[in-house]
């Protein structure tokens, strides 16, 4: 898979899954794990990423002693997931033209 596309494709899927509420690093990819596979490193990765964009923001809480960051998906990070939802009607189209050459070969 292009690697473009992969890297933005997980950016949503973090972002989903910190839509309907915040979260931290080990529930995100808790989530996730029916879906996709992350390591924490790429997991922190992206989120340091989503966080320079503005798509969302991070606070601390003290959980048994310790700090944990939360992350808070912002306005800048909802638009995200619906431009990604129009964008990928267009990558639809284009999956069903690819295909469609190949039902026509069989």
Known sequence: MDIQLKRGLLDVCVLA???NED????????DLKPYIELSQSTLYTILKRLETAHMLTVHTVEHDG???????????GIKRIDDFKNEWNEILTIYR???????EDV
Not at 23 to 30: A, P, R, T, V
């Open 66 to 76: 310790r700090l944990r960051k939360y992350y808070h998906i912002t306005e800048e």
């Open 97 to 103: 033209f690819v295909v469609k050459e190949d039902e």
């Open 23 to 30: 979260s931290y690093g080990y529930k995100i990819i808790k």
């Open 17 to 19: 899954a910190i839509k």
